[in-house]
């Protein structure tokens, strides 16, 4: 069984600042990444990171935010630096890891961290 904890939510001013962290308990993944939802919104693609180290983001966090990974024997670590942070940024980030287990493509997530950008 899989495991992410996820870590960094909170309350940011706008223009302010946050770095999330989900630590997996999986040394072999095809990508890790990051998504979010609003209130009342579907679940969005935010930003991933492949295995290789290549990265792909939304368009409305690319300059603003970076994801980055640290790998540890079997573990590994996503960061996803955010900056200029903006209201509409607002929601639950979700990290996400891609793997292949048993011949099975599949996805695990974490529980969810609030961001919250307010004045």
């Known amino acids: 069984q899989v495991q992410l904890v996820e870590s960094g939510g909170g309350l940011v001013q706008p223009g302010g600042s946050l770095r999330l962290s989900c630590a997996a308990s999986?040394?072999?993944?095809?990508?890790m990444g990051w998504y979010r939802q609003a209130p009342g919104k579907q679940r969005e693609l935010v930003a991933t990171i492949a295995s290789g180290g290549s990265t792909n983001y939304a368009d409305f966090v690319k300059g603003r935010f970076t994801i980055t990974i640290s790998k540890d024997n079997a573990k590994n670590t996503v960061y996803l630096q955010m900056n200029s942070l903006k209201p509409e940024d607002t929601g639950v980030y979700y990290c996400n890891l891609h793997y292949r287990r048993l011949g099975v493509t599949t996805d695990a997530w974490g529980q969810g961290t609030q961001v919250t950008v307010s004045s």
């Open positions: 999986r040394s072999t993944f095809y990508s």
